[in-house]
């Protein structure tokens, strides 16, 4: 096992004037399970390829564990990757696309057929070990994956959105199988993915990227509580914050015909007008005319127990979107007016220029 530092790690494609990756600083700890997240192209790719060797270090270096890997080959590497497409041999067994890095490197048959017996196991494999990979399902082809990258025992894994092709269901099925196989293992673990809402169910550590530059770095709890900036603020959290402009006020900042109390030194720097953020769960509605942001009901998405009210509201002359969870049961309707104010102590706010987080205590 070992960790994996990354000083200032840069990859600049021929032709191209911005950097792909720029000045990237991360220390992972041995035995973590890092996430990569942000969207197309953000660096995220990029950056777990600068660390398989499979892209070029156009200036800073990695380490693993002590080791300066930053101009070695991928084969020297000792890690392990696995892919998107899970890159099976069509004409191999299970057992035999398992083993065939071990039968490279000259590993004994039957150190190797023990090896591919421990990795099945962990990942119920078992009985498919004889079976051809096109008389498997999509899981079984992502466990197979799996199994091929855990026999070789490296002292990293690298995972490419390894869930993307599979359906609904069944990625949640399998980020659950990830999380705990890599608990029980405890190897080391850099894991991308587009999809927030898996880096907060996976990840101990989530890294956000967006365009090339790393925008923070924390729990899944630190992120959804104390994102840095907007973009954080926007990208984790599923529906998105409510996000907005908001004027300043006496004693606080306004939110519709409501003022959200806020300490005078948090808006010292803030200027006249701030962006306030809002969970939808921090949401609260309520029909008294008087109180918060006037919100038009477009839609209620009925999720059982819970639902989440979609709406508009108007803030200085322009269409602002709103959603709020709201009670599945009971419930306004589409083309009902409520009216919506947040939660005490749960607002975000960010500079309206920079968009950076004013006051971390601000959220409570």
Do not use: C
């Amino acid at each position: 096992m070992a960790t994996v530092t990354f000083e200032q790690a840069t990859r600049t494609y021929p032709g191209v004037a911005r950097p792909a990756v720029d000045k990237f600083d991360l220390e992972i700890a041995d035995g973590e399970f890092l996430v990569l997240v942000g969207p197309s192209g953000s660096g995220k790719s990029t950056t777990l390829r600068m660390l398989a060797g499979l892209e070029e270090v156009g200036a800073g270096r990695i380490l693993i564990g002590d080791r300066d890997v930053t101009d070695v080959p991928p084969k020297d590497r000792d890690i392990a990757m696995v892919f998107q497409n899970y890159a099976l041999y069509p004409h191999m067994t299970v057992a035999e696309n398992m083993g065939f890095a071990l039968k490279i490197a000259g590993v004994g048959k039957e150190e190797r057929a023990a090896r591919v017996l421990e990795a099945a196991e962990l990942l119920d494999l078992v009985p498919f070990l004889e079976r051809k990979p096109k008389a498997l399902s999509g899981g079984q082809r992502q466990r197979v994956a799996m199994g091929r990258a855990i026999v070789r025992q490296p002292q990293v894994f690298l995972m490419d959105e390894p869930l993307s092709n599979l359906d609904a269901k069944l990625r949640v099925q399998t980020r659950t199988q990830i999380s705990s196989l890599q608990r029980r293992l405890g190897v080391t673990t850099v894991y991308v993915t587009h999809d927030q809402v898996e880096a907060l169910t996976m990840g101990d550590r989530i890294a956000v990227l967006a365009d090339g530059l790393l925008q923070q770095v924390g729990t899944p709890r630190d992120l959804y509580e104390h994102p840095r900036n907007l973009f954080v603020a926007g990208f984790i959290g599923s529906p998105a914050m409510n996000l907005f402009p908001t004027d300043v006020a006496d004693g606080g900042v306004r939110f519709g015909s409501s003022i959200v109390p806020i300490e005078r030194d948090v808006l010292a720097d803030a200027g006249p007008r701030v962006m306030i953020g809002v969970r939808p769960e921090d949401v609260e509605i309520t029909s008294d005319p008087s109180q918060g942001l006037t919100v038009i009901v477009d839609l209620v998405e009925e999720l059982g127990a819970d639902g989440y009210l979609y709406g508009h509201a108007t803030v200085d002359g322009e269409r602002v979107d709103v959603i709020a969870r709201v009670d599945g049961r009971v419930h306004p309707n589409a083309g009902d007016t409520v009216h919506a104010t947040p939660k005490p102590g749960r607002v975000h706010l960010f500079h309206v220029e920079n968009g950076q987080r004013l006051n971390e205590a601000v959220s409570g």
